[in-house]
């Protein structure tokens, strides 16, 4: 019988091993799901951090240019009275049909402004579609008859960038942070939406 009992307490203590082994998986599994939780969170801290850094970087850009870019496109022969940041449009189920940084108006003409602190070509490829939404729905957007010019500022453009907006009619405004003002460079020929 010691054979059997040898027998019967190694069972007993596997069993026991297996408890043990169940209850530490337990504890771990819990532990690896608060972990994860704490690093989710820490994450939408982290995006919601470089979001705000991101807005704050627009925001100073935007203060750059806003102030300055009527007076300067009016000394090329607009004369645009009213310079509105952050204009978004909605079709007439509520979507949104795109947002515009900045918009320049009088009674007869528009400038629809694209801010970027890097200005690439795949900024102005969407500024192009933005163009073409605004006069698509001119209507809703309010711009019927108006005619609608464009430019993208930027504190930086990639050749491409700067070659497709010229290319396309568009001024361009280099912004230079440094000392808060903008150079202005007016297309050969402005191109009109």
């Known amino acids: 019988m010691t054979s059997m009992a040898t027998l019967e307490d190694i069972v007993a203590q596997l069993g026991v091993t297996m408890v043990e082994t169940r209850k530490e998986l337990v504890e771990s599994h819990k532990k690896l799901a608060e972990s994860q939780r704490e690093t989710e969170r820490q994450m939408l801290r982290l995006e ?3 979001g705000g850094l991101g807005n704050s970087i627009g925001e100073i850009v935007e203060m ?4 300055g870019v009527k007076e300067k496109m009016n000394g090329f022969g607009h004369t645009f ?7 978004e449009y909605y079709d007439v189920d509520g979507s949104k049909l795109t947002e515009v940084d900045l918009l320049l108006e009088n009674c007869e003409e528009v400038m629809v402004v694209e801010v ?3 200005a690439s070509k795949k900024w102005v490829d969407r500024h192009l579609k ?12 309010g711009m019927t008859g108006k005619t609608m010019y464009a430019a993208v500022a930027g504190i930086g453009f990639d050749e491409e960038a700067r070659e497709l ?7 361009l405004i280099d912004i230079h942070e440094d000392s808060e003002r903008i150079d202005v460079t007016p297309p050969n020929e402005a191109k009109t939406w």
């Open 81 to 87: 009275t009213m310079a509105s940041p952050g204009k």
């Open 64 to 67: 750059i240019v806003i102030p």
């Open 48 to 50: 919601k951090n470089l």
């Open 130 to 141: 933005r163009l073409e939404i605004l006069r698509k729905k001119e209507r809703i957007t």
């Open 165 to 171: 907006a010229a290319n396309n009619g568009m001024y």
């Open 116 to 118: 970027k602190t890097q």
